[in-house]
């Protein structure tokens, strides 16, 4: 039975610069995949994910700033969000129990 490839890290260094080669002029993506040992849909994959991140990081949309730095600080808030509501939860429920305790 053939051994399954295993997924290569590569750096975001490496895949930027991947796409940047496929987008030179005279230069196809089919080129640069073959160089490089990767399958062409992998740079085209590296390709949509670069230009989506490079779309929200400059665009705000209502007042929204849809930058990296701003989704991270959004997903750290809902975190901590979340394990305030946990924490309300429960404390809600023991005033519950210790109020019925005293009855």
Known sequence: ??????????????????VRRSDEEGVTAIQ???????HVNQIYNWRN????????????????DYSKDESEEIRQLKREVKALKEERDFL???TAYF?????
Do not use: C, H, I, W
């Open 1 to 18: 039975m053939p051994k399954k490839k295993q997924n290569t890290p590569y750096t975001e260094a490496f895949r930027k610069e991947a």
């Open 32 to 38: 640069v995949a073959k160089e490089l040992g990767l």
């Open 49 to 64: 994910q670069f230009k989506r991140l490079s779309d929200k990081q400059f665009n705000s949309l209502n007042g929204v």
């Open 92 to 94: 809600k429920k023991a």
């Open 99 to 103: 109020s019925n305790q005293k009855k």
